[in-house]
């Protein structure tokens, strides 16, 4: 195999009353919202550029969570091959998501058990979100009971 493209891209994950945003540009598949980083952006950075240019929304809290790597695949001529290095961010946003850009014509919300087709990376990623969310609200349930201890 030939030498790997690392990819810098940030990926957004906000979670709303309706679900997990994602966008699609062809309506079939959903992936989060986010993108590549241009040189010398951060990750951070380019995944809240990518979300208001994919949705209109504006973030007003904002956290990196995880970081993700996605599998080694090869580029679509297959002559070379490529990883996503995604930086994972949890963010709060105002406004109404509306389809924005090259990319994003479509818009969806991911809850577990929906029918929605979702890239395996997207995947990934929610699962992670999902594990990640329970282990901090175990931790602060754990916490709390700790302070209970001593009295």
């Known amino acids: 195999m030939s030498r790997v493209i690392r990819r810098r891209r940030g990926t957004v994950i906000v979670e709303t009353d309706r679900g997990i945003l994602l966008t699609s540009g062809n309506g079939k598949v959903f992936i989060l919202p986010g993108g590549g980083a241009k040189r010398n952006e951060r990750r951070f950075v380019a995944a809240l550029r990518e979300l208001a240019e994919e949705t209109g929304l504006r973030p007003y809290s904002a956290e990196i969570i ?32 509306r389809p924005g850009g090259k990319d994003a014509k479509y818009i969806a919300y991911y809850y577990p058990g929906c029918d929605i087709k979702v890239s395996v990376t997207t995947e990934e990623i929610i699962e992670r979100y999902y594990q990640w969310k329970l282990s901090k609200e175990q931790n602060k349930y754990n916490s709390v009971t700790d302070d209970k201890v001593g009295d």
């Open 66 to 97: 995880f970081r993700h790597l996605g599998k080694v695949k090869p580029t679509l001529s297959g002559r070379r091959y490529y990883q996503d290095h995604h930086t994972v961010c949890l963010v709060k946003t105002t406004g109404e998501a």
